[in-house]
Every structure is written in structure tokens, then in C-alpha cells.
């Protein structure tokens, strides 16, 4: 069965950088992108960006362009999300999901909560 | 970038039918999937391309799209189905870039 399966929990101080890992099982890893979706306490969802598992290619929200990088690692099946400095307002549940032929996002990791704190 | 805009709240008796609509000018080129996020959980897809339920949802989960408006429909809501609910859609710049609307709270009576 398909799993993704995410780093845990991370506390950061501003200007800081998080690197979050996304590991996927149950299908053939470089044939999907994978997204990068984030939600802040009490907010709604947040696509960030998205990854070709295969080539590497990425496609950044314009919010996030020039803080996020997104990377893969097929040897292991294993996407990354880094964030770069940090502020209070990324303090959010960063989510991986697998992309669906282009149309949604099918399966999605269990989260990982990012604080960032002074 | 596009913008996909929902309704902040509804709510629906038990056993009766909701509807719950996301507007935005990427619907009219791009097909929308809705996600229902219960408190604490990840999102869960339960419609893709406007109105495909993936294997295992139930099918009082129905979905549809007209011009730039896509719509999620609950027939014979249960107690289970309270949940955020958000659409999500390529952005209308074509680039690869994806959207989520802004979500709808739903609460069954």
C-alpha cells in the first residue's frame, strides 16, 4: 500500500533553515511528482510547490521562490522540503503528497509541525 | 496567481444533502479535487477531476463543475462527514503551479 511517511516535529529560531523528508513506499517512486502543502494553526491549506520525482525538476508557489528547495532522492525514494529563513509565520504543519495524472493529490504523508521561535 | 474561493461555513441536519461551492477563473481550464481534513488528520482526497471518487469513498460524495464554479455534494450527510473541506485546482498561469481554496467548515446537525 502506498505510504509516505514524514521526518517529525522541528523547532527552529527566525532565520534559520528546516529540511523536512517525505519517504514514500508501496509504488514505483520516480514515475509522480510529489507536492509540498503547508497549514498554519488554525488556517486553511497552502500549496508550496512540487517536485518530478524522476528528472528532479521543481515548480515553486511565487510566494515561496528564493526560500524553498525542494529535492529527491530515488536511491532511497525519499523527497526533501528546505526552508530557508525562518520566521514565526512558517510556523506550520508541513505536508508531502503524491500527485494524482495532474488532476489532485492522492496520498498525503502524516505531517510534520515546524515551530519557530525565538 | 489564481485564487479558488469557498464558502467559510455550512451546515446540514443529518440524513439531508449539502453543497458546497468553489469559485475561481482556473476552474473554467482546470479540472478541481476536493479534500476533506478532519481536526488533526491530513487531508484526504475524495473527488478528483471534478467529479471522480477515488476507491473507498463513499458515493454520497458527488462532485461537478460549470464555467468557473466546481461544487461538492453530500447526499444523506452523516455525523463522520463534519470536516473542513478545501478544492484545489491548477493555477491559471498553466505553469505547474497548483491552488487550494480558502475551505468551508461543515457541521452536521
Known amino acids: 500500500q502506498v505510504q509516505l511517511v514524514q521526518s517529525g516535529a522541528e523547532v527552529k529560531k527566525p532565520g534559520a533553515s528546516v529540511k523536512v523528508s517525505c519517504k514514500a513506499s508501496?509504488?514505483?517512486?520516480?514515475?509522480?511528482?510529489m507536492h509540498w502543502v503547508r497549514q498554519a494553526p488554525g488556517q486553511g491549506l497552502e500549496w508550496m510547490g512540487q517536485?518530478?520525482?524522476?528528472?528532479?525538476?521543481?515548480s515553486y508557489a511565487q510566494k515561496f521562490q528564493g526560500r524553498v528547495t525542494m529535492t529527491r532522492d530515488t536511491s532511497t525514494s525519499t523527497v526533501y522540503m528546505e526552508l530557508s529563513s525562518l520566521r514565526s509565520e512558517d510556523t506550520a504543519v508541513y505536508y508531502c503528497?503524491?500527485?494524482?495524472?495532474?488532476?489532485?493529490?492522492?496520498?498525503w504523508g502524516q505531517g510534520a509541525l515546524v515551530t519557530v521561535s525565538s | 496567481s489564481s485564487e479558488l474561493t469557498q464558502d467559510p461555513a455550512v451546515s446540514v441536519a443529518l440524513g439531508q444533502t449539502v453543497r458546497i461551492t468553489c469559485q475561481g477563473d482556473?476552474?473554467?481550464?482546470?479540472?478541481a479535487g476536493w479534500y476533506q481534513q478532519k481536526p488533526g488528520q491530513a487531508p484526504v482526497l475524495v473527488i478528483y477531476?471534478?467529479?471522480n471518487r477515488p476507491s473507498g469513498i463513499p458515493d454520497r460524495f458527488s462532485g461537478s463543475s460549470s464555467g468557473n464554479t466546481a461544487s461538492l455534494t453530500i447526499t444523506g450527510a452523516r455525523a463522520e462527514d463534519e470536516a473542513d473541506y478545501y478544492c484545489?485546482?491548477?493555477?491559471?498561469?498553466?505553469?505547474?503551479?497548483?491552488?487550494f481554496g480558502t475551505g468551508t467548515k461543515v457541521t452536521v446537525l
Open positions: 503528497a503524491r500527485d494524482w495524472i495532474g488532476e489532485a493529490l492522492d496520498y
Open positions: 508501496g509504488y514505483t517512486f520516480s514515475s509522480y511528482y
Open positions: 517536485i518530478n520525482c524522476s528528472g528532479g525538476s521543481t
Open positions: 482556473s476552474l473554467r481550464s482546470y479540472y
Open positions: 477531476g471534478n467529479n
Open positions: 484545489n485546482s491548477r493555477d491559471s498561469s498553466g505553469n505547474h503551479l497548483y491552488v
